[in-house]
């Protein structure tokens, strides 16, 4: 029935209307005809202009740099875009069938454009007046991330169905898939799915379950406002939403939707990861795969970032994690015996809640991060500290807390190192809960190689490179005090000493006129003199006065050159009595070089990093060709004296300064020496056992004393411990057979034709052997 206004009209009126509808129609469907026409011909220049698109077939993404470990662990990748390329044979279904519910359910039945949604999303622009919606199926998404820009126009979204058209004629479904699952954006500098997967979740993307699998799928529509990390109930929305469209699809059963749906989003997340009391996985080597990609860098220039090159390193992760853990557990110790140093910052916390989460969460972002050292803004301090560890997340601190902040929680309203509301402090996880803890300002360099080889198995440059990025290993250069003795002794040996050879321990005197005008005279650590020892006996003690004896008979110049076979540059090392005692300064990459002679037999093997590279299809292109022990080239002492030196180090882990390393390791192939610089400026700890040898420091980067009896074997001796147990764990004893020439004496091996109790100077020159400037880094 019609309206009663309408029903009323007369016959001339109802005719007059029936005209003008029809020319309304008419001219409704002239002007569809012709925006037709016009899209026709529009289309037709768009699509003649369209390149070849078969190149596509053989696709090739930027891929990033990726460096791995020795045993295949992923260590990190540098590049602006992070992707793990997937070929479409090895996507897993569940991933797929994701995908394909959130983006596109009839891509394999349409022909790369879907007119009705883009018909939907046009009359939906027009009636919110913006480009907001755009219908694309995935073969358009493909055509918009490869061939054309982000900006929102009609003209854009013709190239787009042009070249979605083009890519279906020339490429198979499964080819155009392909190329989305890797190309796409998905958030966090992830490129791609199989990225992604390692980004949000760790693990690889065969490993994920439906759930996960939704969240990514979920993530293409807007990667910043459905990123877990940024907005995890957001994220879970979207997952869910995705989950319900597989079971309306019949991709999974109802069943699978409710319980997928009924998990977490958990994602990595350093927070939630502490909040769960939930060890990081992460292999720490920042400070190794640095020094890789500045290498591969000036071999490949801006390639490297770009060509897909996997670096494989020496680094065991095993071995590496253990010197990290060893490294941060024992700084972390040393510093807080020392107290608390009070609040990084402060803050302004707003009356109103919503103003103050705010806040809190921006002063959190831009303080730097480190592993199980939070950064957390002081809510309130009585009767405990209680902090926000981030949006929405906070925590009360035990008891030692306060006992630990001591004078900072009644510091004056001025104060800015004062704990109060808005106070910027560390905190930590423990067994018990959380405690207050702070950033060590202490720095110290770890590394262990394979000394018969020179494969570097764990490097560590510093606390944190995140913090201070500074390579301790290869760019400090320090005093390494009474650790550079043992290589003075070795000297000595081709100068008729022998282990048993009588030294005196009594006050030494160096005037003026003898010592640059300055008069010297040393004393040994503990201020005392012992009257005569063995030399073996003073190696042991660490004592002082004997070294410098050693060093003035046989002649600082001789020393100075004999100190180049071990890669010691003279330009460091002046010939100066004092150099016996470490005067002179070193880096931790030398030590580990020159100790390794000791315990190979006296070769000279140059530690490396990158064992070889791989390019993006598989084939090695540079490999590492280090020169190892046996090889007569790059001997560096005789064999006999590299024996007698590596027994004498046995004695000192057995008996001498460092024998709380040799009892903890229960090993007879154990050989080591601690070394701590005037004023305890510097604390080393450097030995070998089983097949590795490993050298550790410990100082701060302004040069000031560790503090009173802050020697090598109390602060550096644990972590070389503590990495040792597990480096050399399960490995067979490493036996060092005597060489010719050698012969035991009172319990000590000494050279066959040197009588005890002389020290008598050999007639023969020696050669200072391999140019003391050697390169630093040896690669390929």
Known sequence: MLPSKIQGQSPVKKRSIGRILGWVCAIGAACAASGMLLFTFLFAIVYAQLPDMTEMRSYSPKLPLKIWSSDNQLLAEYGEERRDYVPIDELPKHVKLAILAAEDSDFYEHSGVDLSGIGRALISNILSGHKGQGGSTITMQVARNCFLSSEKSYMRKLYEIAIATKLEHELTKDQILEIYVNQIYLGQRAYGFGSAARTYFGRPLKELSIGEAATLAGLPVAPSAYNPVVNNRRATMRRNYVLGRMAALGFISEQKRQEEQ??????????????????????????????????VYDIFKDDAYTRGLNVYLTINSKDQQAAYSAVRSNIASFDKVRGYRGAEGQIRLPASLDEQAKTIKQALHAAASSPNLLPAIVLSTSPSIRAAISNGETVTLDRASNAFAGKFLKAKPDDPTGLRPGALIRVTRTSGGWTLSQIPQVQTGFMAADFRTGA????????????NMFNHVTQAWRQPGSSFKPFIYSASLEKGFTPNTILQDSPFYLDAKKNGGQAWSPKNYSGKFEGPMPLHRALEKSQNIPVIRVMNAIGPKYAQEFLARFGFPASR????????????????????????????GGYRVQPYLIDKIVDESGRTIMTEENREAGDESIRAIPARNAFVMSTLLNDVARRGTAARAGAALGRPDVGAKTGTSNDSNDAWFAGFAG???AVGWMGYDQLRSLGSKATGGVLMQPIWISY?????????????????????????????????????ESSTPVSSGDDPVSSLLKLF
């Not at 090392?573 to 315990?599: C, D, K, N, R």
């Open 573 to 600: 090392h002046s010939p100066t009595l004092s150099t016996a005692l470490g005067s002179g300064t070193v880096t931790i990459w030398q030590m580990v070089e020159a100790y390794s002679i000791f315990a190979n």
């Open 724 to 760: 040792m147990q597990t480096a050399v764990r399960g490995q067979p004893i490493y036996n060092r057979m005597p060489p010719g020439g050698v012969e035991q004496r009172a319990g000590e091996w000494c050279y066959s034709e040197v009588s005890d109790g002389t020290h008598a």
């Open 456 to 467: 570097i198995r764990a490097l560590v440059g510093g606390f944190d490179y995140d913090l």
């Open 262 to 295: 009924a998990k977490p989003v958990y994602v990595q997340d350093a927070v939630a990861d502490a909040v769960a009391g939930k060890r990081s996985l992460k292999i720490h080597a920042e400070y190794a795969t640095e020094l890789a990609r500045q290498l």
């Open 691 to 693: 097949n590795q040898v």
